[in-house]
């Protein structure tokens, strides 16, 4: 299980940038990491705008002359690589002029509720901060709750909140709605034990990070956590108080009670590869083979006559079960645990042409099928895929059944242990 972080933010943080009232935010470039005069393409540049600003990992900065104060005429763009509270750097990604000592401006960051804004900034800023600067980010904003687990005025407002400042950013994308419901049996009290499943859950829906957060109430302030769940780096807990004051109603008006889902039984899956492994006895079958399998391709054609093959074998085999790979790079077995419901199965190879144990070509068209599994019962599964590559009969059968284990009893002799007692005798 990875570890989870938790951080503890004060209220103090980020709040000296109000609440934006302009338009744009506007910052100086103060020098560059190789300390050139002018600063090219590629080259990294100092700002003096970062966290304090809204700034994040991988916003994008336009670049404006110092003379030209209406912003009119843009002369480059560099996107923040490194950002601390009131720097960053920023690497020139356009330029139609040598950049000096210019104007960066970006959109301010907008936001509603200053006291909620500094612990979803913390979140925001953590979630991008493992992902290359150029990588847009997938994130689903999950529903917060109260002690009781349920869902309120405010539960609603935190939500609408974090989706605010998280959506302005380019690069963080909505998941939309197609979201599996079978997230929804978890509550956040839950997500460090359950993890992994959580992130098994996203990752079938090609949802990088899930956010979601629970308080309390507790004499007259809000205790907030806030949980990210991140399917390739470390999970992560933002704690906050806040005061209560400004809530009034909106902390007790419970929009949706709780109510408790059934939870996925989960299904143990032994995923068997089964390759055909082909041998062609004489140079008249090898023949037929090249004919068929160039279909008058005589660039394939000539490749496969200058080789001398006799065997004909599955290679680069790959398989996905909801986006996740399978690798059978050590075995030909793997064990995976699904939950019950529908999987997407899909399966690709290509043909190598062999002789012996000795791989000479490699045909760079890909075979490739699809199946749809719906499984509805908590039966341990064999799902089979036996890939044939042979020219005419190429194919991907799957076969799925359930796993039978079988036992043998075996009756084994008692050993019986006896003593002998000696007994002396006495003979006249």
Same mark, same amino acid.
Request: charged letters at 30%; a neutral charge; proline letters at 4%.
């Given at each position: ?72 005429? =843009? ?170 004051? =400004? ?91 699904? =939950? ?72 084994? =002799? ?15």
């Amino acid at each position: 299980m990875k570890a989870i972080i938790v951080l503890f933010i004060s209220m103090s943080v980020l709040l000296s940038t109000e609440c934006f009232g302009n338009e744009l935010i506007q910052g100086h470039i103060k020098g560059n990491l190789d300390s050139k005069v002018r600063i090219l393409l590629g080259d990294k540049a100092i700002v003096d705008i970062g966290k304090k600003e809204g700034i994040i990992k991988g916003d994008i900065l336009n670049v404006y002359r110092n003379i030209d104060t209406k912003l009119l005429d =843009p002369i480059g763009r560099c996107a923040i690589v490194a950002i601390y509270d009131t720097t960053a750097i920023c690497e020139v990604v356009k330029m139609k002029v040598e950049i000096e000592n210019d104007t960066v401006t970006i959109d301010k960051l907008v936001y509603n509720d200053p006291h909620l804004f500094a612990a979803i900034f913390q979140m925001l800023t953590k979630v991008v901060e493992p992902y290359a600067p150029q990588k847009d980010i997938t994130v689903y904003i999950h529903s917060i709750y109260d002690e009781n687990n349920n869902i309120t005025k405010f539960s609603e407002t935190l939500q609408k909140e974090i989706k605010k400042v998280f959506y302005q950013k380019k690069r963080i994308k909505p998941a939309g709605k197609d979201v599996a419901r079978a997230l929804f049996a978890y509550l956040p009290s839950e997500y460090a034990e359950s993890n992994k499943v959580i992130e098994d859950y996203i990752r079938k829906d090609n949802i990088d990070v899930i956010i979601t957060g629970s308080y309390r109430v507790k004499n007259d302030k809000v205790e907030i956590s806030l949980y990210k769940v991140d399917k390739n780096w470390e999970d992560i807990i933002v704690d906050t108080t806040v005061n209560s004051a =400004p809530y009034g109603d909106l902390l007790s008006t419970v929009t949706l009670s709780y109510k408790s889902m059934e939870k996925e039984q989960n299904i143990l899956c032994s995923i068997l590869f089964k390759p055909v492994h082909y041998k062609a006895t004489d140079r008249d079958e090898r023949n037929d083979i090249i004919v068929s399998e160039a279909k008058k391709d005589p660039f394939l054609e000539y490749s496969l006559k200058r080789i001398d093959f006799n065997i004909i074998s599955p290679v680069g085999f790959k398989l996905k079960i909801d986006n996740i790979d399978i690798g059978f790079e050590k075995s030909n077995e793997y064990e995976l645990s699904l =939950p019950t419901g529908k999987h997407e199965i899909t399966a690709s190879f290509k043909k190598g042409y062999y002789f012996n144990d000795s791989l000479l070509f490699t045909n760079d068209n890909e075979i490739k099928k699809s199946i749809v599994l719906l499984l509805d019962k908590p039966e341990n599964l064999v799902i089979e895929a036996e890939v044939n590559p042979v020219p005419g009969r190429e194919n991907i059968d799957f076969k799925v059944y359930k796993k039978v284990v079988r036992t043998k009893q075996v009756i084994k =002799p008692v050993l019986q242990k006896e003593t002998v007692k000696q007994v002396e005798t006495f003979k006249d």
